[in-house]
């Protein structure tokens, strides 16, 4: 464990310090939990005067969010963080910032949406905003979350994508666990990422008109327009890691693989859970002969459907863990959604299972995941047809 | 050593888990791979809380919770002999308390022939060095007196990391004489 300094640092906390780094301009956020301590530890940098910024405070996450649109056309560096309920509150204006092409970075510390309240972690607020536009990214580990920010930073201003990006993590598993991190200084973090206006800003010498009506005529070449981006984003996600992996000496991939090399069997997993699965790999299943192998999420959006598409094409059964529900979806779990669509496109015939579990902080344990790799090693021989049509309701009481 | 798991026991405000990741500092130090994290929830001064610390030689993957430890640390005297303490707790475990009663009392009023006791009378060390019963430090002390689990210099450079200039000499006094002071039943 040579190298850098490591400091002890929670998942809210590793945040802070990169968009400390990232020397954000503006600071628009109204505290939830459990993604508040970002925010307080940002106000805290900027009463030190350790980050000169501009903390904006307002009266709700629909405010926060409007605030961080008419910051950012006015061309600041500007950072957000919310969780659950304010994610909700903040919906009608997720869909502007990505449609303005606005790189905004916001961090997600994700947890269960209300009814019933829940301060707990899922990835029902995540999920939710899978469809507003915005390049969408979850760690699994604390500097995991801490390298997104300054991803998310390269990726949101490059010229071609000017896209807003989610930068999640785990309420509670992450956002409250210390784990030690080291931290990417201001100077290093912005030769990564130049503060450089690289979008058209508001200007009173050159005024422009931002967000107009857009009428039938133009609104579908806004969407269109979007789309590329999304998939221009991929690119640079691409290129972005390469570059990262150069200068900071971390490797991150769209799609992580783990003990895939032989495996004949894979669960699909994002977030904390997907570390719950290595280490059930590595402490069990492998120990018992079984060659299970994990294909952790990464990058949500743009989905890397090729990839995932590609790697379960060689494996005998596969099984996909959803920490949320679609309801009344054709599917069950949003990423079984995604796995399932990438796989069929490419007419591949590997049985995919489904799997619900730890919905509104319930802990997906080693006996949880045990179920779910007996029921997918129980699709050997079979195909798709086989599959059941239904998500497994795992560790629910009935 | 492979993998050592510590559930931490305090009420809110008496540094449970400033312990628990103290703790999870000086292992890292020491060259292990650890994490710290509290119970997840809604926190407030004085109700019982609990945080949990993971060491290990191999990297540590997961966030699931402790449920079988191989210490637990008790840093509310009224809190010896609860069943939510025990919980859990391994056949030839640690069992680390802050009381003035000796171990083996501890041991009878637990009723676990199996686990090894600890014990250190943090409050009044506390209250000698703070005059405030904050125990959290001398109840690491006690952990790594007891155990071994990681060298004492290491918590003391955690220590130094992570209070400010003027808390470090008397955590690092009250620290030392924990670790000199704790009296242990194996």
């Known amino acids: 464990m040579a190298g850098k300094k490591k400091l ?54 629909h405010s926060a969010l409007s605030a961080a649109v008419g910051a950012s056309a006015a061309g600041a560096r500007v950072f957000t963080a919310s969780s659950s309920q304010g994610i909700a509150l903040m919906y009608e204006i997720m869909f502007i910032a990505s449609s303005m092409r606005l790189p905004i970075v916001m ?9 019933p309240i829940n301060i707990w972690n899922d990835h029902g607020d995540f999920m939710a905003a899978s469809d507003t536009g915005w390049v969408m990214m979850m760690a699994h580990t604390n500097q995991e979350a801490h390298d997104d920010v300054i991803l998310a930073y390269k990726i949101a201003e490059h010229p071609d994508v000017l896209l807003p990006v989610i930068t999640a993590i785990d309420g509670y598993f992450m956002s409250h666990t210390i784990e030690p991190v080291e931290p990417i200084e201001r100077e290093e973090a912005l030769k990564f990422i130049p503060k450089k206006v690289t979008w058209r800003v508001l200007d009173p010498d050159n005024p422009v008109t931002m967000g107009p009506l857009g009428t ?62 290595k280490a059930y790999i590595v402490r069990e299943a492998r120990k ?9 999420v990464k990058l949500f959006r743009p989905f890397p459907a090729e990839e995932i598409a590609e790697v379960i094409s060689n494996l ?12 009344g979806s054709s599917y069950g779990g949003p990423l079984y959604g995604d796995t399932l669509s990438a796989a069929y496109i490419r007419g591949i015939d590997t049985p995919i299972v489904n799997f619900v579990a730890g919905l509104g902080g319930r802990p997906v344990t080693f006996h949880d995941i045990k179920t779910m790799v007996d029921a997918t090693l129980a699709l050997d021989g079979k195909t798709r047809k086989d599959v059941p049509k239904e998500p497994y309701f795992i560790g629910v009481r009935e | 050593m492979g993998r050592f798991e510590i559930r931490w026991h305090g009420r809110g405000g008496m540094g449970a888990v400033t312990a628990a990741e103290l703790t999870a500092m000086a292992a890292v ?4 791979y650890a994490v710290a994290f509290p119970e997840f929830g809604a926190e407030r001064r004085g109700a019982p809380v609990k945080a949990y610390t993971r060491i290990d030689e191999e990297p540590i993957y997961e966030k699931t919770p402790i449920e079988e430890p191989d210490a637990v640390v008790v840093l509310d005297s009224s809190m010896v002999g609860q069943e939510a303490v025990l919980h859990g707790l391994k056949s030839s475990g640690w069992y680390i308390a802050n009381t003035a009663k000796d171990p ?67 955590n690092i006094k009250l620290l030392r004489q924990a670790y000199e002071s704790v009296r242990v039943v194996v």
């Open chain 1, 8 to 61: 002890p640092l929670s998942g809210n906390t590793a945040i802070a310090y990169a968009a400390k780094a990232a020397d954000v301009d503006v600071i628009s956020a109204y505290p939830i939990t459990p993604q508040t301590t970002i925010v307080e530890k940002l106000a805290e940098f900027v009463a030190n005067g350790e980050l000169n910024a501009e903390v904006i405070h307002v009266e709700s996450e």
């Open chain 1, 107 to 115: 961090a997600m510390a994700t947890r269960a949406l209300s009814a």
């Open chain 1, 216 to 277: 039938p005529e133009w609104y579908y070449e806004f969407k269109r327009q979007q789309h590329e981006a999304m998939k221009k984003a991929r690119e640079v996600f691409d290129e972005a890691t390469k570059e990262f992996e150069k200068t900071f000496g971390r490797n991150y991939e769209p799609v992580e693989y783990f003990m895939m090399d032989d495996a004949e069997y894979a669960l699909v997993a994002m977030g904390s859970v997907a570390g719950n699965v």
């Open chain 1, 288 to 296: 018992r002969g079984i060659k299970l192998g994990l294909i952790r």
């Open chain 1, 316 to 327: 005998k059964a596969v099984g996909v863990i959803d920490r949320a529900l679609a309801f």
């Open chain 2, 29 to 32: 130090k020491a060259g292990y």
């Open chain 2, 104 to 170: 083996e009392e501890i041991r009878r009023i637990i009723g676990r022939d199996d686990v090894k006791v600890a014990t250190v009378n943090a409050t009044k060390l506390a209250m000698e060095v703070f005059k405030a019963p904050i125990v959290n430090t001398a109840m690491i002390g006690a952990l790594v007196a007891a155990t071994g689990i990681v060298p004492l210099e290491k918590v003391e450079e955690a220590v130094r990391d992570r209070f400010p200039e003027r808390y470090v000499g008397p």
